[in-house]
């Protein structure tokens, strides 16, 4: 198994071009996230998916948009990118249990987006 | 999610224990305590849970408090590998599998 992947693992995009992040998972996972995480600082969530076809808000979401289409992808958009959206972006799955501990997070490697 | 409250950076000698706190005073009672790490950049790394009971797997040992208001992550036997940013984060199972980073211990390891 190939874990959580993402696609570029680097990016340089210049300010109000667009492009998007592709993260995968081959675990069957239901839910799938996107974190962004700035220098010196913790990971904060952008937005999530709990399944197929379903996206929610996390508590960075302005700027950036999401769809799950196929389960085992979830892809992050940036339609007008700006510097204050360089950053290191993950993106993480785990299965949908109420069991402690079944419903870990799985992380892919990260993407670093510059916006110049 | 109930704040979590870490000191900003620990040293260790290689081979030693590593000691790792956390305090979590407002925690609810259906909030566990998770612990993920982060070595050098790379995606976190879930390490270990615990509601109430101590906790130990291959990676680490959990103690909780008796009132629960604060934990103690273990590492036995630190190794240079172990040098990363850990995170202590409380969460409950009930519908929000979101995890809220704070800015986590650096822990070095020294040789």
């Known amino acids: 198994n190939a874990g959580v992947t993402q696609t570029p693992k680097f990016r340089v995009l210049k300010t109000g071009q667009s492009m998007t992040l592709l993260c995968a998972q081959d675990m069957n996972h239901e839910y799938m996230y996107w974190y962004r995480q700035d220098p010196g600082m913790g990971l904060r969530l952008i937005h999530y998916?709990?399944?197929?076809?379903?996206?929610a808000k996390g508590e960075v979401p302005d700027g950036y948009n999401v769809s799950r289409l196929k389960k085992q992808n979830f892809l992050l958009g940036l339609e007008s990118a700006a510097p204050s959206q360089t950053s290191v972006y993950f993106c993480?799955?785990?299965?949908?249990?109420?069991?402690?501990?079944?419903?870990?997070?799985?992380f892919g490697p990260g993407t670093r987006l510059t916006v110049l | 999610d109930a704040k979590t409250t870490q000191p900003t950076s620990m040293d260790c000698a290689e081979g030693r224990a590593a000691n790792l706190p956390c305090n979590h005073s407002t925690i609810s009672g259906n909030e566990y305590v998770y612990w993920y790490r982060q070595i050098h950049s790379q995606g976190p790394q879930y390490i270990i849970h615990g509601l109430k009971n101590n906790e130990t797997n291959e990676m680490a040992s959990l103690i909780i408090t008796e009132d629960r208001k604060s934990s103690t992550l273990i590492l036995p036997h630190a190794t240079l590998r172990d040098t990363a940013v850990y995170y202590c984060?409380?969460?409950?199972?009930?519908?929000?599998?979101?995890?809220?980073f704070g800015t986590g211990t650096r822990l070095t390891i020294i040789p």
């Open positions: 984060i409380v969460r409950t199972n009930f519908g929000n599998e979101k995890l809220t």
């Open positions: 998916s709990v399944g197929e076809g379903t996206t």
């Open positions: 993480a799955s785990s299965y949908r249990t109420w069991v402690a501990g079944e419903n870990e997070q799985f």
